[in-house]
């Protein structure tokens, strides 16, 4: 599953994605120096494997990962090639979900490319170039159906009315994703891979002093999306980028403290996007690996075992489940067999996000 990192130049992008991966990009004072986007594996925080661990003793913990991009700041124009361009948009449809950086801190050494700072600017900014971009899509694919509604295609005379609908959605500079339509409706577009469809967070990169009370800019973007009650998360990126820069646990946490909080704010933002991907984690725990396996939410137990092993998937027999918390209060896998706490569950089953498995399967 891949997240992209969107926004103007100068907010905040790459120093927050040093600060969710391992890589170490380069961020400049000056806009469009980037000529790709950067690309990065993030560990998805979990304490429960930590916890499985304890009990289990493993080789090794495997998180599940997601994979982020750091995709070059955007500008007006992007759509028809200004700036970075069409380049970078077309790493925008490659992504499931995205992360929009709002800049909402005042630096003079860092100046803002329209002079000023204005998140809800800069957010309408990004949002018309996708916007644009989708409406070229969408009209392209009105075209094509109206041709086979002519000859007197019933499916085709519904695809071009839920068409028209997006149309009329856009042209009111509205995101493809905030439209009212059922989920059938809605698998007309699915081979558009629309830019503003794809789910949202949104994140206020904010000075440290700002962490504690939120500031005028983060209230504007507050009081902007309070009607499409997206998900917003207020981060410091620059301290979030120090923080990630400490190998020492001790350092960390004490460096936490002093800022005044519980976790690295990134962990949240990781979570968060985990969510918008519609993702859940099941476990599995022995004595090589205690592992953390990423599916899409409602996925049933056979197409589960797909993430494990392909083959694993054809063979299924029977899934051995525990839930995660008769696990820990259990304390072993015996255990829990002993209290009834192991049930057997068919391939219908479907996974909810922390159940220990043991897949039985024959190939």
């Known amino acids: 599953m891949k997240c992209g990192i969107i926004g103007i130049a100068n907010v905040g992008k790459t120093t927050l994605f040093n600060s969710l991966s391992d890589a170490r990009a380069e961020s400049g004072k000056n806009a469009f120096t980037s000529t790709k986007s950067n690309i990065g594996i993030i560990n998805v925080p979990d304490d429960r494997l930590s916890r499985l661990a304890d ?7 495997t998180p599940a990962t997601v994979e982020i991009v750091d995709i070059p700041g955007l500008t007006k124009g992007s759509s028809q090639g200004a700036g970075v361009g069409n380049q970078f948009l077309a790493d925008i449809r490659n992504t499931d979900a995205l992360i929009h950086v709002l800049r909402c801190f005042d630096d003079e050494s860092l100046p803002h490319i329209d002079g000023t700072i204005d998140p809800i600017r800069d957010m309408e900014t990004i949002n018309l170039e996708l916007q644009v971009k989708d409406m070229e899509s969408i009209e392209r694919k009105i075209q094509k159906t109206e041709k086979i509604a002519k000859l007197g295609d019933k499916n085709a005379k519904h695809d071009l009315d839920v068409l028209m609908m997006y149309k009329e959605h856009l042209d009111s500079l509205k995101p493809a994703r905030t439209i009212k339509l059922d989920d059938h409706s809605k698998t007309v577009i699915s081979d558009l891979f629309l830019l503003s469809d794809k789910p949202v967070l949104y994140v206020c990169n904010v000075d440290e002093a700002s962490l504690a009370r939120d500031n005028r800019y983060v209230q504007m973007v507050h009081d902007t999306l309070a009607e499409e009650k997206a998900e ?66 409602g996925l049933n137990a056979q197409q589960s075992a797909g993430a494990v092993h392909s083959d694993i998937e054809r063979g299924f027999i029977r899934a051995e489940v525990i839930k995660y918390t008769d696990y820990i209060e259990q304390g072993s896998e015996h255990a829990c067999k002993e209290t009834g706490k192991l049930s057997v569950e068919g391939k219908n089953y479907i996974v909810q996000d922390g159940d220990v498995i043991y897949f039985r399967f024959n190939v």
């Open 55 to 61: 009990l289990v003793k493993p080789a090794k913990i």
């Open 232 to 297: 917003i998360l207020v981060i410091a990126a620059r301290l979030e980028a120090e923080i990630a820069e400490l190998d020492d646990p001790e350092d960390r946490r004490a460096f936490l403290a002093d800022a005044g909080l519980t976790e690295p704010g990134v962990n949240r933002l990781i979570r968060s996007a985990y969510n918008a991907l519609n993702l859940i984690s099941f476990l599995t725990a022995g004595p090589k690996e205690v592992r953390a396996w990423t599916i899409r939410k």
